[in-house]
Nanobody, 127 residues
Framework: QVQLVESGGGLVQAGDSLRLSCAAS????????MGWFRQAPGKEREFVAG????????YYADSVEGRFTISRDNAAITVYLQMNSLKPEDTAVYYC????????????????????WGQGTQVTVSS
């Protein structure tokens, strides 16, 4: 059973940067796509970014395109989310998620395609 542990969240000001990390354990990490989602109070969980097993293909939500970058280090079994130019509307709990399909060419963009989730890390951006 794979386990995911997020870290790197915190309280920052608008315009600042943060890097989230998601450390995986328990199965062969490099075979699966990974994704980042977020959930703000009173809102549904939404897709933020995804990366396929090789790291060559990525997807981003329109709201973060050009500001956030997802990457992975398969040797370190970790996926990252570099968040630049943060805005107050980026405030949310951020979750890392793992796919269950081998070698998917493109990462899924819907939550139900990710069966494994981390516990989340809070990101708060003040104006």
């Amino acid at each position: 059973q794979v386990q995911l542990v997020e870290s790197g969240g915190g309280l920052v000001q608008a315009g600042d940067s943060l890097r989230l990390s998601c450390a995986a354990s328990g199965r062969t990490f490099s075979n699966y796509a990974m994704g980042w989602f977020r959930q703000a109070p009173g809102k549904e969980r939404e897709f933020v970014a995804g990366i396929n097993w090789s790291g060559l293909n990525t997807y981003y939500a329109d709201s973060v395109e050009g500001r956030f970058t997802i990457s992975r280090d398969n040797a370190a079994i970790t996926v990252y989310l570099q968040m630049n130019s943060l805005k107050p509307e980026d405030t949310a709990v951020y979750y890392c998620a793992a796919d269950a399909v081998y070698y998917r060419s493109f990462p899924p963009r819907v939550a139900h395609d990710y069966p494994v989730w981390g516990q989340g890390t809070q990101v708060t951006v003040s104006s």
